[in-house]
T-cell receptor, first 117, second 115 residues
Framework: GAVVSQHPSRVICKSGTSVKIECRSL??????MFWYRQFPKKSLMLMAT?????????EQGVEKDKFLINHASLTLSTLTVTSAHPEDSSFYIC?????????????FGPGTRLTVL | AQKVTQAQTEISVVEKEDVTLDCVYE???????LFWYKQPPSGELVFLIR??????QNEISGRYSWNFQKSTSSFNFTITASQVVDSAVYFC????????????FGPGTRLSVLP
């Protein structure tokens, strides 16, 4: 099946620093990738839709200057949490949509657990 | 607007019992896909099944089976002879109306299978 990798899997950083999370589709091309945030014992909350070669589309309430998304190639999207604060601590998950198969299936990365001290 | 409801927040069963996870959805699309994902304690979402709304045949994959009823907008998931490794949170999902890009997820059902 399709594989999506995410790096790093876990990161601890100091308040005020920036953290970059990478999401890669390893064996398929993904014109569209998604970034989710998940709080403990909650469902996934879509943060933004990342389209290759264009600006990301952010969901209401998500600060685009805080969560910078870049989708420079068909296999890589990055999420940068700028000037992180403790309230940004969360589990961030990316997914990549199988655009070639036209099946709408999203394949998810293993997630990144961010802890901001 | 679209909505996915998973009424069971948490379920506990003893190993080898059968368990059914409910999913009810709302959509204005006439054709659509439905999905189930499993999220074990490690956190990664694992794709389980994609179902086309055209096809109402029940699907079986090993100990897993799915019952899709378009008339009642339900897409229930049954695990037969459950095992401890089935313990996870299970999400039902539906692509957003009209453009089908992002998903609408249900709140998830946490399944605990006890030895």
């Amino acid at each position: 099946g399709a594989v999506v990798s995410q790096h790093p899997s876990r990161v601890i950083c100091k308040s005020g620093t920036s953290v970059k999370i990478e999401c890669r589709s390893l064996d398929f091309q993904a014109t569209t990738m998604f970034w989710y945030r998940q709080f403990p014992k909650k469902s996934l909350m879509l943060m933004a839709t990342s389209n290759e070669g264009s600006k990301a589309t952010y969901e209401q309430g998500v600060e685009k200057d805080k969560f910078l998304i870049n989708h420079a190639s068909l296999t890589l999207s990055t999420l940068t949490v700028t000037s992180a604060h403790p309230e940004d601590s969360s589990f961030y998950i990316c997914s990549a949509r199988d655009s070639i198969g036209y099946t709408d299936t999203q394949y998810f990365g293993p997630g990144t657990r961010l802890t901001v001290l | 607007a679209q909505k996915v409801t998973q009424a069971q927040t948490e379920i506990s069963v003893v190993e080898k019992e059968d368990v059914t996870l409910d999913c009810v959805y709302e959509t204005r699309d006439t054709t659509y896909y439905l999905f189930w994902y499993k999220q074990p304690p490690s956190g990664e979402l694992v794709f389980l099944i994609r179902r086309n709304s055209f096809d109402e045949q029940n699907e079986i994959s090993g100990r897993y089976s799915w019952n899709f009823q378009k008339s009642t907008s339900s897409f229930n998931f049954t695990i037969t002879a459950s095992q401890v490794v089935d313990s996870a949170v299970y999400f039902c999902a539906l692509p957003q109306e009209y453009d089908g890009q992002n998903f609408v997820f249900g709140p998830g059902t946490r399944l605990s299978v006890l030895p």
